[in-house]
T-cell receptor
Framework: QKEVEQNSGPLSVPEGAIASLNCTYSDRGSQSFFWYRQYSGKSPELIMFIYSNGDKEDGRFTAQLNKASQYVSLLIRDSQPSDSATYLCAVNHSGGGADGLTFGKGTHLIIQP | DTAVSQTPKYLVTQMGNDKSIKCEQNLGHDTMYWYKQDSKKFLKIMFSYNNKELIINETVPNRFSPKSPDKAHLNLHINSLELGDSAVYFC????????????????FGPGTRLTVL
């Protein structure tokens, strides 16, 4: 069973601080990793993808991947109230083709003004 | 222009009815998917199609039948609807290029909220 685990939260972070979201996955052969943001009643929206060990930065977002530890994280710097949403970690186990993504159950992030 | 669109946005129906949800993407992608998001917000793959061919069929009741008339469209037909089918159904698409990790990024439609009474 290929699983993706996230702390469901809620994770409460003051405005302007760094929000740190974590995700672990069970399939050691997993190839690519995604962070999606989902506002209530809306569809998942891609924030970042990462497939190499290390850090990948895009604006206020940094994704971190450690394949040895089977761990993916997302850091949000200078958190804004508009960042309040559910963050979904997703894993593609084979790295392509027509494989579906395995999602975690999401972390509910609340940014306190 | 909407990249991945679904109709209808809301669907309320009685148990035992048959209903369809339509999905279209204008991204030129070869692969399309159906996901189900339950009341606990858990998003799970149901089907995937690549160039009109079924690739993935997860453990979904055979009351659910996907159909892909062409690679830009993937419809979902559900027979004999049950209470447990109530969920949000998302269509997604991707264009995977062999050897190019990251191109398997999936883009989601707005979702169809199905309520079975």
């Amino acid at each position: 069973q290929k699983e993706v685990e996230q702390n469901s939260g809620p994770l409460s972070v003051p405005e302007g601080a760094i929000a740190s979201l974590n995700c672990t996955y069970s399939d050691r052969g997993s190839q690519s990793f995604f962070w999606y943001r989902q506002y209530s009643g809306k569809s998942p929206e891609l924030i970042m993808f990462i497939y190499s060990n290390g850090d990948k930065e895009d604006g206020r977002f940094t994704a971190q991947l450690n394949k040895a530890s089977q761990y993916v994280s997302l850091l949000i710097r200078d958190s804004q109230p508009s960042d309040s949403a559910t963050y979904l970690c997703a894993v593609n186990h084979s790295g392509g083709g027509a494989d579906g993504l395995t999602f975690g159950k999401g972390t509910h992030l609340i940014i306190q003004p | 222009d909407t990249a991945v669109s679904q109709t209808p946005k809301y669907l309320v129906t009685q148990m035992g009815n048959d209903k369809s949800i339509k999905c279209e993407q204008n991204l030129g992608h070869d692969t399309m998917y159906w996901y189900k998001q339950d009341s606990k917000k858990f998003l799970k793959i149901m089907f995937s199609y690549n160039n009109k061919e079924l690739i993935i069929n997860e453990t979904v009741p055979n009351r659910f039948s996907p159909k892909s008339p062409d690679k830009a469209h993937l419809n979902l037909h559900i027979n004999s609807l049950e209470l447990g089918d109530s969920a949000v159904y998302f269509c997604a698409s991707s264009q995977w290029l062999a050897g190019d990790l990251g191109t398997d990024t999936q883009y989601f439609g707005p979702g169809t909220r199905l309520t079975v009474l």
